[in-house]
């Protein structure tokens, strides 16, 4: 069995880190830190056209991704970070469920700046919360088109002035579809690239 192939089948049925025990945690952070050593790609900022796309979560240690799960009511569908090449942007949606026809979305906008081979600097500029069905969302992939055609969405879309939403990522493994990053605040995010 490969690294890659023992990493996903320890994250596997772990609801993207919320129902890994302490031991599990562990071991899944060996396997990400073994599967790094064997990066295929060890200049990921420049190799764009492997970055480009739409990534979907598959396991994080984010407090704040996986703190959506302990408001009541609340349940986290998917998650994604999506990255246009092309203009430098990246853009974060968390779909949330729980309640029938309340589905919602939390979005974040941001743009790129590549510093190393292996790091950019994330500024965040625009935040957008609301129901899917009232905000038109149906895709990542379609709702990112409407921003960049500048739609305004009604009533949480709003500008992030604040200088301190800014942080950085570390690109440290990246094939045609998987890729492992490291933030800022000591997060790992092991994602997939959607098809």
Do not use: H
């Not at 703190?67 to 090449?85: A, D, H, K, S, V």
């Not at 149906?138 to 990112?144: A, E, Q, V």
């Not at 942080?167 to 690239?193: A, C, H, M, P």
């Amino acid at each position: 069995m490969s690294k890659k192939e023992e990493l996903l089948q320890a994250i596997a049925g772990k609801n993207r880190g919320l129902l890994a025990k302490e031991l599990e945690k562990v071991a899944i952070l060996a396997a990400i830190a073994q599967l790094e050593d064997f990066n295929p790609t060890p200049r990921p900022v420049e190799s764009l056209d492997l970055l480009e796309g739409d990534w979907r979560l598959l396991y994080t240690t984010s407090k704040g991704l996986l703190g959506f799960n302990r408001i009541p009511l609340l349940e986290t569908g998917q998650i994604y970070q999506c990255i246009r090449t092309d203009g430098a942007r990246i853009y974060n949606f968390a779909e949330l469920g729980g309640l029938p026809l309340l589905e919602g979305l939390v979005g974040v906008a941001a743009t790129f700046e590549p510093v190393s081979a292996k790091r950019v600097n994330v500024k965040f500029e625009r935040s957008i919360i609301g129901l899917q069905k009232f905000l038109g969302y149906s895709s990542p992939r379609d709702f990112i088109k409407q921003i960049e055609a500048g739609k305004k969405f009604p009533p949480l879309d709003f500008n992030i002035e604040n200088r301190e939403q800014q942080g950085w990522l570390d690109f440290t493994y990246l094939d045609n579809d998987l890729r492992i990053g490291r933030g800022n605040e000591g997060s790992v995010f092991v994602l997939t690239k959607d098809r």
